[in-house]
Nanobody, 115 residues
Framework: QVQLVESGGGLVQPGGSLRLSCAVS????????MGWYRQAPGKQRDLVAR???????DYADSVKGRFTISRDNAKNTVNLQMNNLKPEDTAVYYC?????????WGQGTQVTVSS
């Protein structure tokens, strides 16, 4: 059974930093990408960043230059370093693995940016 478990969310002041981690367990074949999405209240879930097994990354325009996605293949984790956080970054952040026809999701972790 595949499980994705996120950690690292919380409350931070504008300009601060947080690091999200996602631990992936279970057997997954043909991974296309691992990434992070976010969903603010009343809005759709949008891509924040993703990374392919080859290391190619893709970021939403709103986070370019502030967020960095990385993966640790040995630990089977995917991380999101978030710097210079803004109030508009407030959302529930979800870890995602896209593998073949399957789309796996974590339970989500809340990130709140507020003074």
């Amino acid at each position: 059974q595949v499980q994705l478990v996120e950690s690292g969310g919380g409350l931070v002041q504008p300009g601060g930093s947080l690091r999200l981690s996602c631990a992936v367990s279970g057997r997954i074949f043909s991974i296309y990408a691992m990434g992070w999405y976010r969903q603010a209240p009343g809005k759709q879930r949008d891509l924040v960043a993703r990374i392919t097994p080859g290391g190619t990354t893709d970021y939403a325009d709103s986070v370019k230059g502030r967020f960095t996605i990385s993966r640790d293949n040995a630990k089977n984790t995917v991380n999101l370093q978030m710097n210079n956080l803004k109030p508009e970054d407030t959302a529930v952040y979800y870890c995602n693995v896209l593998a073949g026809p399957n789309n796996y999701w974590g339970q989500g972790t809340q990130v709140t940016v507020s003074s």
